[in-house]
């Protein structure tokens, strides 16, 4: 397998990969922060899941212009885990998680999220933007007495003055040019109001101190024996599935903005790997994000350099530069993750909503809830997937016919029409006339398939049947793969057909 740093085959804009990284870093630092410190971790965790995502997904990841850092999906799912067993055992998870998901890249599973239908799709990326945009709000609250509560006064009226002018620099730069990435000539501008005249307003440093050193090589210190492994495996499992869909989902959705294909085993190699640092060197680990992947595509970026540049920008920061951005205005970075929620949004699928078919309606919004109101994207887009099979399953059942005739022998014919499978067995066992047929019966496969065990006892139990009335059934025109299928299960059943 290949790892592509840059592609040289196409040209690249150094000036725009550069505005673009750095901007993408500077919504990466405090998001990363906030989950750190949500999770109950050291901030500096969060910072070092950031920069070690960042860089090895930048380099070796399964399409350029994908961001990757220490995202919230992947860490909510081991919050108990660091809560009942310590950060050690974080460590150790994650580390474990990134080795199950080169174990999927490998095996070449990435090519499954194909199976996520444009439904599910559409439930997933709307549902994220509500979240994003959710997510903004609590920027709107600060603590008193030790819990939450909403700004008021001068305080919320210059919070939402500089969000809304953030905004307007944002839209504004956008329609003047597209040579510098909007998001980061709002986050300057604003850092210079806001220090030039002195506006009291919440900065990134007040959330928590991003000054430290290189992340530190660090073997996880747990008990290496069988009880460890059932302790971590299951929350191992379940972040690596949830950083993989979420991983994979982004890179279809990158694939859509920029008209290109990606390689998802590539990607899933590339995020195991970053996992398995992670756990190496004190990162909480992480997924790719949606949201920066939105921001570094908007800005204009289309290779890798910009992923590597904001990797290498945020352990700058950590080594070098941490004073400088802790001055930074949330209302800032608030301001730009409210365009990008509000860009996320596909408006497209509210005005076709007439034109699709009611099920394809029905799951966009079940997903996009699911992603709402339970913050779970991968059990959101398994309920879609699971859905779609349900509703593909019922309208394929119920386009099962047979056309019947008898042909100048006597001999009467059943030409099927449709898949033979679980959900079509009933519909196409009422297609035959048992107590009316002839002696022989031949049933046409030329125009279906035998899909599954279901379908096999199904012909199994029928054949019995006449054979109980004295009458023999042939089956004729089977294609490579029924034949197959009747061939390794006929020690156990009795069926007459064409070899």
Known sequence: MQFPIVDFSQKINYRTEL???LTVAMTMIPESLAFAILAGLPPLTGLYAAFIMGI??????????????????????LISLIQSHGVEYLFATVLLAGMLQIGVGILKFGKFIRLVPESVMY???????VVIFISQLKQFKTLENGREVWLSGNKLYVMLALVLFGILIVVGTTKITKKIPAALVSILLLFGLVHFFQIDTQRVGDIASIS???????????PINWETLQTIFPYAVIMAGVGLIESLLTLNVADELTNSTGKPNQECIAQGSANVLNGLFTGMGGCAMIAQTFVNISAGSRTRFAGIIGAITILCV?????????KIPMAALTGVMLVVSFTTFNWGSLRIYKKMPSSDFFIMVIVASITIFMHNLAFAVLTGVVLSALVFAWESAKRIRAKKFVDPEGVKHYRIFGPL?????SAFNE???LENDPLEVVIDFKESRISDLSAIDAIHKLTARYEEKGKKIRLINLNGESRKKLQRAKK????????
Do not use: Y
Not at 123 to 129: Q, S, T
């Open 123 to 129: 439930g997933f990326v709307n549902g994220l933007a």
């Open 492 to 499: 156990l059943i009795k069926i007459d057909f064409e070899h």
């Open 212 to 222: 430290g050193q290189f992340p530190p090589f660090h073997i996880p210190q747990v």
């Open 19 to 21: 505005f673009a990284g």
């Open 431 to 433: 297609k035959f006339d």
């Open 56 to 77: 090895v997904t930048a380099i070796f990841g399964g399409r350029p212009g994908m961001v990757s850092g220490g995202a919230g999906a992947t860490i909510i799912v």
């Open 318 to 326: 950590i080594l070098f530069a941490s004073p400088v951005v802790e």
């Open 421 to 425: 499978f679980f959900a079509s067995v």
